[in-house]
């Protein structure tokens, strides 16, 4: 086949339902696929923004040089760039690259807008590698359906408009237009799982096997379709178990083990986060479900974690609060600030209705957490609280208590996250503590 600008058009019109979106953002890394599909969709007569959005996961000596080439070959096209510098575990439990993944993605999280399409470049060749990775972990029906073509992304949409286009159609494309590519050594390690079956494993069975990249893609395909009845199952029992972020015990424990496992997958996967192994599914049904309503069990695995409080369960990603004062200050109008991994951001808004007296906030709100002893009077629920009082009241779990972002003017306490306004800093009209992709409090 011949991929085109053109042909990635159609692909992503069908993506979208024929839709725009307010943004494309392209994931670059300055590899051949990422330059492939930034090319591509920059000559194509596409009505909405190119952004090139490249990740220094800084791993490498030359790191450096390649932002410095994306730079250029974005400024080139004509397309807006942006980077970013995240930081990778030195010692991830998953190993380095389920780690810089995970960096690399939170990065993009804090970039995608309302209605943005994140554009990723994984092809037909990387299905076929992601099948046979997950048929070595011992994958269910979810993993051996290998990467998906469309999910939701934060507030907007991650899109991989060539998972079915073949590696020598986008190694053809670059060398028609004499596209000049970043050669991370790194993927010639096979100390790698992926890059020892990309390596050694896919060209031997290319050999006798010849469309074998394409065949696997479509027993993906197939395995998707199962996969997809398995979470039309799994939506059905989720309407009588709560959200995805917090489910029932009770209605849980109703259910057979396999549809247990089946509607935990589903929420898990539902909120965003890496699958659970096989043996964190046994300790939430064996350990989490039947634990005392007053204990606080905890089941943790590389990205995720599953909590009990009460007669429910949480689902969410670990949390990493953004230190003290490195939190930022809040402006009104101004960007949102990220609180921290699994935690949001925040961001003020002008409002018709009573909110934060504008005039304490404009030289802006500074972000700080719990230290002990704080208090607040809430404008017409009576006298000055202490707020660990108020937090255990209201019912907030006991692991976001601590993780609230109080909002400071000098050492005046003004808000408790979006929950309360202090009574002597509320006018009419005031501001809104809008906290985006807030964490489950209750």
């Not at 994931?27 to 492939?36: E, K, Q």
């Not at 000559?43 to 952004?51: F, L």
């Not at 943790?300 to 969410?316: F, K, P």
């Amino acid at each position: 086949m011949i991929f085109d600008s053109d042909d990635l058009l159609v692909r992503l019109r069908a993506l979208t339902s024929g839709k725009s979106p307010a943004r494309w953002l392209v994931a670059f890394s300055g590899g051949i696929d990422s330059t492939v599909l930034l090319h591509a969709l920059a000559n194509s007569e596409t009505e909405a923004a190119v952004i090139a959005i490249h990740i220094d996961h800084g791993l490498h000596a030359d790191s450096g040089q390649w932002e410095q080439h994306c730079r250029e070959f974005a400024a080139d096209l004509g397309v807006e760039f942006e980077s970013r510098a995240v930081t990778v575990a030195e010692k991830p439990e998953n190993g380095p690259e389920a780690a810089a993944r995970r960096a690399r993605y939170d990065a993009f999280l804090r970039l995608v807008r309302s209605d943005d399409c994140l554009l990723s470049a994984h092809h037909e060749d990387d299905q076929a590698e992601t099948l046979l990775l997950n048929l070595m972990r011992g994958s269910g029906p979810a993993g051996l359906a290998g990467i998906g073509l469309r999910q939701s992304f934060g507030r907007g949409h991650l899109l991989r408009p060539m998972l079915g286009v073949p590696g020598e159609a986008i190694l053809a494309y670059a060398e028609r237009h004499e596209l000049g590519c970043i050669n991370d050594p790194s993927n010639a390690d096979s100390r790698f799982d992926r890059n020892f079956i990309r390596n050694e494993i896919v060209p031997k069975l290319a050999a006798r096997w010849p469309a074998v990249s394409n065949r696997l893609r479509r027993s993906a395909e197939l395995v998707g379709e199962s996969s997809e009845l398995l979470n039309d199952l799994a939506d059905m029992d989720l309407d009588g178990l709560g959200t995805p972020q917090k489910l029932s015990i009770k209605g849980l424990q109703k259910l057979p083990a396999a549809r247990q496992r089946n509607v935990l997958r589903r929420a898990v996967r539902l909120c965003g986060l890496p699958p659970p192994p096989a043996t964190r599914l046994y300790q939430i049904i064996h350990e989490l479900l039947p634990a005392r309503a007053d204990g606080q069990p905890l089941v943790v695995w590389a990205g995720a974690e599953i909590r009990r409080y009460r007669d429910s369960l949480y689902v969410m990603p670990p949390h990493q609060i953004v230190d003290g004062e490195g939190a930022g200050i809040l402006r009104p109008g101004g960007p949102s600030i990220c609180l921290g991994s699994g935690l949001g951001s925040l961001e003020l808004t002008e409002e018709a209705g009573e909110g934060i007296d504008p005039k304490l906030a404009q030289h802006g709100l500074t972000i700080r957490y719990r230290d002990g002893g704080e208090a607040i009077r809430i404008s017409g629920q009576g006298p000055t609280r202490k707020l660990k009082k108020l937090l255990q009241e209201e019912g907030v779990v006991p692991w976001m208590r601590t993780g609230l972002p109080l909002l400071f003017v000098d050492d005046r306490l003004v808000a408790v996250a979006d929950l309360w306004v202090e009574a002597d800093c509320v006018a009419s009209p005031g501001l809104t503590v809008n906290w985006i992709d807030r964490p489950a409090l209750k």
